[in-house]
Antibody
Framework: EVQLLDSGGGLVQRGGSLRLSCAAS????????MTWVRQAPGKGLEWVAT????????YYADSVKGRFTMSRDNSENKVYLQMNSLRAEDTAVYFC?????????????WGQGTLVSVSS | QSVLTQPPSASATPGQRVTISCSGS????????VNWYQQLPGTAPKLLIY???QRPSGVPDRFSGSKSGTSASLAISGLQSEDEADYYC???????????FGTGTKVTVL
């Protein structure tokens, strides 16, 4: 059974940094791309970033490009999202998700989400 | 960030059929496959449809997807109370080199 466990959220001041983690199990981790998706309170889903299975390719939403960095450790079966220069509009629940295959092919397993609150 | 356009809400009585539209552009739906997600209140999203019309294992065949040109749709037939949720379409955007979600549709079972 695929399991994704998000962690690392919390309260941070505007301009600060935070690193989210997602621990994966139940599948051949290195064979699949992984993604972060966020949802601001009462709002819709927003794609944040995707990383390929070997970590060689990363894709970012324009809203986070240059501030957020997604990475992975295939020896630990974990993905990370380093978030710098945080803004109030980054306040959201962040979900990690497993890509079904190619980056646009859909996300077929999701973590429970971790809340990031940026105080202004 | 560019989005895919969905109606904000849809409703029907139990047993009826409801259809949700998703409108995009050539760089999104026109060039790539569409996925649909269901998000029940207070939970993580769930992949409902991938590659325009394919259902992951475990998704009832009451849910069906289609795509034509730069638009897609999700149909729920035999609507049940447990289908009350938010539904999002999504697709890769070649011009952004990223993934975009639709604006979301809240389905209410009357």
């Amino acid at each position: 059974e695929v399991q994704l466990l998000d962690s690392g959220g919390g309260l941070v001041q505007r301009g600060g940094s935070l690193r989210l983690s997602c621990a994966a199990s139940g599948f051949t981790f290195r064979s699949y791309g992984m993604t972060w998706v966020r949802q601001a309170p009462g709002k819709g889903l927003e794609w944040v970033a995707t990383i390929s299975g070997n970590g060689g390719s990363t894709y970012y939403a324009d809203s986070v490009k240059g501030r957020f960095t997604m990475s992975r450790d295939n020896s630990e079966n974990k993905v990370y999202l380093q978030m710098n220069s945080l803004r109030a509009e980054d306040t959201a629940v962040y979900f990690c998700a497993k890509c079904r295959s190619a980056p646009g092919s859909g996300f077929d397993s999701w973590g429970q989400g971790t809340l990031v609150s940026v105080s202004s | 960030q560019s989005v895919l356009t969905q109606p904000p809400s849809a409703s029907a009585t139990p047993g009826q059929r409801v259809t949700i539209s998703c409108s995009g552009s050539n760089s999104k739906i026109g060039s790539n496959t569409v996925n649909w997600y269901q998000q029940l209140p207070g939970t993580a999203p769930k992949l409902l449809i991938y590659s325009n019309k394919q259902r992951p294992s475990g998704v009832p065949d009451r849910f069906s997807g289609s795509k034509s040109g730069t638009s897609a749709s999700l149909a729920i037939s035999g609507l049940q109370s447990e289908d009350e949720a938010d539904y999002y379409c999504a697709a890769w955007d070649d011009s952004l080199n990223g993934y975009v979600f639709g604006t979301g549709t809240k389905v209410t079972v009357l």
